[in-house]
Nanobody, 115 residues
Framework: QVQLVESGGGLVQAGGSLRLSCAAS????????MGWYRQAPGKQRELVAT???????NHADSVKGRFTISRDNAKSTVYLQMYSLKPEDTAVYYC?????????WGQGTQVTVSS
């Protein structure tokens, strides 16, 4: 069974930074594609960034240059470093693991950016 536990969310002022972490309790972590998604109130969940097992990354245009996804396979953890946060980044951020055409999700962590 795959479990994903996010942490690192919180309240920050515009222009500030946060680092989200997602710890995975699964032996398939190192061979899985990991991602971060977010969902703001009244909006659909959207992709923020992904990182493949080989380390290739993809970032949404809205966060390019401000957010960076990374992974530490030894710790089975994926990170999202967020800089220059904006009020529109306010959302619940979810960790995602994809393996063998299956999706797994964490419970989410709230990020609130005040203006």
């Amino acid at each position: 069974q795959v479990q994903l536990v996010e942490s690192g969310g919180g309240l920050v002022q515009a222009g500030g930074s946060l680092r989200l972490s997602c710890a995975a309790s699964t032996i398939i972590f190192s061979i899985s594609t990991m991602g971060w998604y977010r969902q703001a109130p009244g909006k659909q969940r959207e992709l923020v960034a992904t990182i493949t097992s080989g380390g290739s990354t993809n970032h949404a245009d809205s966060v390019k240059g401000r957010f960076t996804i990374s992974r530490d396979n030894a710790k089975s953890t994926v990170y999202l470093q967020m800089y220059s946060l904006k009020p529109e980044d306010t959302a619940v951020y979810y960790c995602n693991l994809v393996y063998d055409h299956r999706d797994y999700w964490g419970q989410g962590t709230q990020v609130t950016v005040s203006s």
